[in-house]
């Protein structure tokens, strides 16, 4: 069974930097393209921020995240990362690494990031 730990989020203040990670067991990391989501406060619909091919060459990002956000990978680690830089209130959401390069594939409990001042 696959199993996702996302983390690394927490309390930040505007313009600061997180990097999130997200550790896969139960399998190989390197036989799936993943993504990250996130989900704001009071939406129900997750926002798709970007996708990693999974041999770690390729890396799609959303157009409302490029340039701020930069998903890498370490398949011999199993983990995924997701660096976000000059963060900004609207940031503030739980993040969601799946197993699919839509957001659709599993998922773990999430890591929350909060922006504030």
């Known amino acids: 069974e696959v199993r996702l730990v996302e983390s690394g989020g927490g309390l930040v203040q505007p313009g600061g930097s997180l990097r999130l990670s997200c550790t896969l067991s139960?399998?190989?990391?390197?036989?799936?393209?993943m993504s990250w989501v996130r989900q704001a406060p009071g939406k129900g619909l997750d926002e798709w921020l970007g996708?990693?091919?999974?041999?770690?060459?390729?890396?799609d990002y959303a157009d409302s995240v490029k340039g701020r956000f930069t998903i890498s990978r370490d398949n011999a680690k199993n983990t995924l990362y997701l660096q976000i830089n000059s963060l900004k209130p609207e940031d503030t959401a739980v993040y969601y690494c799946?197993?699919?390069?839509?957001?659709?594939?599993?998922r773990g409990q999430g890591t929350q990031v909060t922006v504030s001042s």
């Open positions: 799946t197993t699919d390069p839509s957001g659709l594939g599993n």
């Open positions: 139960g399998d190989t990391l390197s036989n799936y393209d």
């Open positions: 996708a990693s091919q999974r041999a770690g060459i390729r890396f």
